[in-house]
């Protein structure tokens, strides 16, 4: 079956400082991937999406390349913010078996900023 | 706002007692999706609904727990007999179309306590 693993948190910055979260799937076909973000008290927000082989996600700064020979997803910042605050999860779409493409998450990584 | 809306938003219940909870998705998406997540852990899928047809219940944990979508539109997951592991946030989803690999859209989730 599909899973992914994630790299463990927490994890603590500081402001600024260079972001990376690893992530990697198994999936029996041609999955989607993306990273959803959960800031504290808000419900899961997208934060960027790949559909293909070396396809590359981005938003607010936030960077992900879908590395189909390495079954990996990592996030990448270059500056992170206070504001970047919040737990991060690494997910996969894939059609199951009813044709549905239902999402299959890593734990999350809990990432705190500091000034 | 056109934001997918769950309700309720707490939900406090002693073992043993029937819930229902409450998805309206963002109108005119086809799929939706209900998922679980434990405390610490990611969202695992429960089930998925392509308007009215139920097309996939494989995460459903038990027959306690039932879910349904009689128009389309609204959905309502109930579970029965609660039981303490039952404790979860419980998050609803809605996709625009099938098959696209589009991004799904989170409400803010119920979280269920069961005493």
């Known amino acids: 079956g599909n899973s992914v693993t994630q790299m463990e948190g927490p994890v603590t910055l500081s402001e600024e400082a260079f972001l990376t979260i690893n992530c990697t799937y198994t999936a029996t076909g041609y999955p989607s991937l993306f990273w959803y973000v959960q800031y504290p008290g808000e419900g899961l927000q997208l934060l960027l999406k790949?559909?293909?082989?070396?396809d590359k996600g981005s938003n607010k700064g936030f960077e992900a390349t879908y590395r189909k020979e390495t079954t990996s997803f990592h996030l990448e910042k270059g500056s992170v913010q206070v504001s970047d605050s919040a737990v991060y999860f690494c997910a996969l779409s894939d059609r199951g078996d009813f044709g549905n493409e239902k999402l299959t998450f890593g734990t999350g990584t809990r990432l705190t900023i500091i000034p | 706002g056109a934001g997918v809306s769950q309700s309720p938003r707490y939900k406090v219940a002693k073992r043993g007692q029937d819930v229902a909870l409450r998805c309206d998705p963002i109108s005119g998406h086809v799929s939706l999706f209900w998922y679980q997540q434990a405390l610490g852990q990611g969202p695992e899928f429960l089930t998925y609904?392509?308007?009215?047809?139920?097309?996939?219940k494989s995460g459903l944990p038990s027959d306690r727990f039932f879910a349904e979508r009689p128009e389309g539109s609204v959905s309502t997951l109930k579970i029965q007999r609660t039981q303490q592991e039952d404790s979860a946030v419980y998050l609803c989803?809605?996709?625009?179309?099938?098959?696209?690999?589009?991004?799904?859209?989170f409400g803010d989730g119920t979280r269920l306590s069961i005493l």
């Open positions: 989803a809605s996709s625009l179309m099938v098959g696209s690999h589009q991004p799904q859209h």
């Open positions: 790949a559909t293909k082989a070396d």
């Open positions: 609904f392509q308007n009215e047809a139920q097309l996939d």
